[in-house]
Nanobody, 115 residues
Framework: VQLVESGGGLVQPGGSLRLSCEAS????????MSWHRQGPGKERELVAS????????AYADSVKGRFTISRDNPKNTMYRQMNSLKPEETAVYYC?????????WGQGTLVTVSS
């Protein structure tokens, strides 16, 4: 059972980045998926979520209009497009899968927003 994030790295303020989260070992399409982040000295926070079919999404107010969450169930993969990134959004970004009382977390990918 595994969730593996990728796509993190260094990006300049105002830049864009696309993260991926690939699932294996469980029935991906039966899980609500979400992205979370934890910045230096901060608590982990929910950023965006998407339902099992991929037609309902929700976003934290801080990222609305700039981040887009999506999923491709046949590919067992979730994505997040991040635009207009800000330095304060430097964080480790995690993906999470939830089905009932079961939750699975990825190991995280670091996104650094800096000039």
């Amino acid at each position: 059972v595994q969730l593996v994030e990728s796509g993190g790295g260094l990006v300049q303020p105002g830049g864009s980045l696309r993260l991926s989260c690939e699932a294996s070992g469980f029935t991906f399409r039966r899980y609500i998926m979400s992205w979370h982040r934890q910045g230096p000295g901060k608590e982990r926070e929910l950023v965006a979520s998407i339902n099992m079919d991929g037609d309902i999404t929700a976003y934290a107010d801080s990222v609305k209009g700039r981040f887009t969450i999506s999923r491709d169930n046949p590919k067992n993969t979730m994505y997040r497009q991040m635009n207009s990134l800000k330095p304060e959004e430097t964080a480790v970004y995690y993906c999470k899968g939830t089905s009932g009382n079961v939750s699975k977390w990825g190991q995280g990918t670091l996104v650094t927003v800096s000039s």
